[in-house]
């Protein structure tokens, strides 16, 4: 099965964009729609300290009637990021984006950023694996 530091490397865009915390919300859904991304690192200095996503902009600002542009990333973005490594599988990361309502899981190693998987990369990445199996099944079946 694959793992993420497999799907890492064949993702196309391999940037991993993040904001300040002390940023305004305004400026962090700014740059997702520039960027066309549903979510956005939150760091200080290279340490990740908080993930904001469309998600945290609804519930936090726009359904609570709060102005994005006073408002500051660190009073919204979800603090207790939940990460994974390059050894997990797509199917550990899969499993965690379910049981926890994910979207998007920082890949972290020695305190260090390595990248960013999105639910569509290992989805991506499940389906060619399942179309491996199939195509080596069907191989194996005629012969």
Same mark, same amino acid.
């Given at each position: 099965?694959?793992? !993420? ?7 196309? @865009?391999?940037?991993? !964009? ?7 919300? $305004? *400026?962090?859904?700014? #740059?997702?729609?520039?960027?066309? /991304?549903?979510?956005? #690192?939150?760091? +200080?200095?290279?340490?990740? %300290? ?6 945290? &902009?609804?519930?936090? /600002?726009? $359904?609570?009637?709060?102005?994005s542009d006073h408002t500051h990333v660190s009073e919204i973005?979800?603090?207790?990021v939940i990460s994974v490594q390059r050894s997990h599988t %797509?199917?550990?990361? =899969? @499993? ?5 309502? =994910?979207?998007? $899981?920082?890949?972290? *190693?020695?305190?260090? =950023?390595?990248? $960013? !998987?999105?639910?569509? +990369? =290992? ?10 199996? /199939?195509?080596? #099944?069907?191989? &194996? /079946?005629?012969?």
């Open positions: 099965m694959t793992n !993420v530091a497999q799907v890492l490397q064949s993702k196309a @865009d391999q940037e991993t !964009v993040s904001i300040r915390p002390d940023a305004t919300v $305004l *400026e962090a859904i700014s #740059l997702m729609a520039n960027k066309g /991304i549903g979510a956005v #690192l939150v760091m +200080d200095q290279d340490q990740v %300290v908080g993930i904001l996503s469309e998600r945290d &902009y609804t519930r936090k /600002i726009a $359904l609570m009637q709060r102005s973005m979800t603090a207790s %797509v199917e550990d990361c =899969l @499993d965690l984006m379910t049981d926890r309502h =994910l979207r998007h $899981l920082p890949v972290i *190693e020695n305190n260090q =950023l390595i990248g $960013l !998987v999105s639910i569509g +990369d =290992l989805v991506k990445a499940a389906m060619e694996d399942q179309k491996k199996l /199939i195509h080596q #099944l069907q191989q &194996y /079946i005629s012969g």
